[in-house]
């Protein structure tokens, strides 16, 4: 079975202790890829150590994260473009609007998801899209770039089917992880609904660990638990998620 998660944190200190290891148990399970959105410019040394301690194994994006979004973030933007020149980066994420801890920085959010999503395009990369408390917000901006040059994934989907198809409309992959096992996740009541085709695999960690590992550190190998889950919501096997999911991601980032 081959796995890409796509959207993890490793970079993070939540695994300084043990990041050999997390990777290792991951890959015994067929997570061939990690994918490491960016938070701010405070973390690139260390995405950048990252890919260098495991080339191959890891790819890097760049972006700023919403919530990180503060008076400075034009001299955030900055460093995301420097990054972008270097080439090194496989999207523009993760990127978007959160008014979950603050709103008092909305307009600041989308200005900075608005140019993010433009300098992708320029690019020719895709975008991750983080979106809490925002769905509104962010499909004002998202949609006003609909096109065939538009592409990414939702990251984190937590939205209603309605939602769910403007994402889709706006050629997103839907993120799915841990909120999928939930009770009160919600998004199983309607994934079946959705073909296959636009769903991607992601855990978030270390945020976000799935039913039985809830509350504790996520890991990429719990994407199995995801696995397991999306299995039972589209009545087919657990290869079946890994092929065509991984196939979506692929897809979408270009990875060979």
């Known amino acids: 079975m081959e796995l890409i998660d796509s959207?993890?944190?490793?970079?993070?200190?939540?695994?300084?202790?043990?990041r050999d290891a997390v990777i290792q148990r991951a890959q015994a399970l067929g997570v061939q890829k990690f994918l490491l959105p960016a938070i701010?410019?405070?973390?690139?040394?260390?995405?950048?150590?990252?890919?260098?301690?495991?080339?191959?194994?890891?790819a890097l994006m760049t972006g700023l994260h919403?919530?990180?979004?503060?008076?400075?973030?034009?001299?955030?933007?900055?460093?995301?473009?420097e990054q972008l020149q270097e080439g090194n980066s496989?999207?523009?994420?993760?990127?978007?609007?959160?008014?979950?801890?603050?709103?008092?920085?909305?307009?600041?959010?989308?200005?900075?998801?608005?140019?993010?999503?433009?300098?992708?395009?320029?690019?020719?990369l895709p975008i991750v899209i983080h979106c809490r408390a925002a769905f509104e917000e962010v499909f004002e901006v998202l949609e006003g770039h609909k096109g065939p040059d538009l592409k990414g994934i939702f990251h984190c989907f937590t939205g209603t089917i309605k939602?769910?198809?403007?994402?889709?409309?706006?050629?997103?992959?839907?993120?799915?992880?841990?909120?999928?096992?939930?009770k009160n996740g919600?998004?199983?009541?309607?994934?079946?609904e959705i073909p296959m085709r636009h769903i991607a695999l992601e855990t978030d960690a270390p945020y976000l660990a799935p039913v039985p590992y809830r509350g504790k550190r996520n890991e990429s190998a719990y994407l199995?638990?995801?696995?397991?889950?999306?299995?039972?919501?589209y009545d087919c096997t657990p290869?079946?998620?890994a092929q065509q999911t991984t196939a979506n991601v692929k897809a979408v980032f270009e990875l060979l």
């Open 163 to 182: 939602d769910a198809h403007r994402a889709i409309d706006c050629n997103m992959l839907l993120g799915i992880g841990g909120v999928v096992t939930f």
């Open 186 to 192: 919600n998004i199983d009541t309607f994934l079946a």
């Open 90 to 124: 496989i999207a523009v994420g993760e990127i978007g609007i959160d008014l979950y801890w603050d709103t008092s920085f909305l307009t600041q959010q989308q200005d900075a998801f608005d140019t993010q999503i433009r300098w992708a395009k320029a690019h020719k």
């Open 239 to 241: 290869e079946t998620i």
């Open 224 to 233: 199995m638990e995801v696995v397991q889950r999306l299995a039972q919501v």
């Open 66 to 81: 919403p919530t990180h979004v503060k008076e400075n973030y034009k001299e955030e933007l900055a460093h995301v473009s």
């Open 7 to 18: 959207h993890t944190h490793l970079y993070l200190e939540e695994f300084d202790a043990d």
């Open 40 to 58: 701010d410019a405070s973390y690139t040394p260390r995405m950048l150590q990252m890919q260098a301690d495991y080339p191959n194994v890891v």
